[in-house]
């Protein structure tokens, strides 16, 4: 994929419906500066929108807030900055991330992580566009856009007093839902090949995901989402440039379809209609012809009808896919 389909390095890639409404509310976003929460599972791309919505409208810099890392007594200091004298060790003026973002994007990350003493400031932050650096008399006035993230529930963590409901209700005039990669796999064929073509960039021999890999990849639920299907490709087309013969499946992989074969089979023994369950039978033989009509039906369905991509899975030219399509009546 060429970058300008791509749009960058730290574009968000996908053509799921999922991933379309998200663009639209990247874009609608971008064209206001209201706070923005970003909801999601882990590696589920909250970072890669946080990232579209400032450069949509570039101004100013965005600037990541690790709410985690932020523990201590210097902590209101990372943020707000401090004045000289303020406290010892304080031997001159200090700016503070917030103060960095002027102009531009404070991103918050891992919100719900933010200590409460640190959510009121930011509740003030938000309302009055002002903070006080750690020692200062004099309140400051600063223009910023605030998108905040978090994997966690915020309203269960409001109800149980663990996050201000004040802010929350700050924070949530304007949500955008991360889906689940399980929720969307019709976008793994497209990521596959982003997260390669980066290899390739990286300087790695690129490996082709026959049809057996694509498959593999297809069924696992990634549960670490989109930055778990990074890493299983990188870690691939490591192993494939130190010159692995066959393309090795991280273990995960391998184990999710044992494991989710064994799960039905407990299922079925801990029921007493087992014979209804769905213990996997070894399928009926079935002829050559149809065995690779089925083949060309699956990889068209993972490749969303893309032929070319098609044609690379299933390893053979796009003349070939073109005839068999063709000859099969798929078309
Ligand atoms: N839709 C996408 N298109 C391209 N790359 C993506 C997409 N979503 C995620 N990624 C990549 O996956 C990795 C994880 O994404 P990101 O850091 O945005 O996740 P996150 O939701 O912020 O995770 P965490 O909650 O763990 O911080 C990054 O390397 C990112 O570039
Ligand atoms: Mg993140």
Redesign the pocket.
Known sequence: MSRSA?GG??????RSPQ?EA?RRLIEKASRNRLPVL?L????????????AIHDARPCGQLVPIDCGSLVGTLMESELFGHVRGSFSGATADKKGLVELADGGTAFF??IGDLPLEMQVKLLRLIQEREFRPVGALQWRKVDLRIIA???RDLKTEAAASRFRQDLFYRLEVFVIH?PP?RERKQ?IP??VD??LEQARESGLAVFCPGEEVMRALLHYDWP????E??HAIERMAALYSEGAREIELPSALRMSAESKDLQRLSEAVDDRSAEEFRIPRRPPVISLPESERRTIVDALAATSGERGKAARLLGIGRTTLYRKIKEYGLD
């Open positions: 791509t390095a730290h574009a968000l890639v996908g991933i998200v970003l999601g599972e882990s590696g589920s791309g909250k970072e890669v929108v946080a990232r990350d891992e993230a978090t994997h991360l990669l976008d497209l990521l982003c997260f670490g989402n989109v930055r299907l990074k």
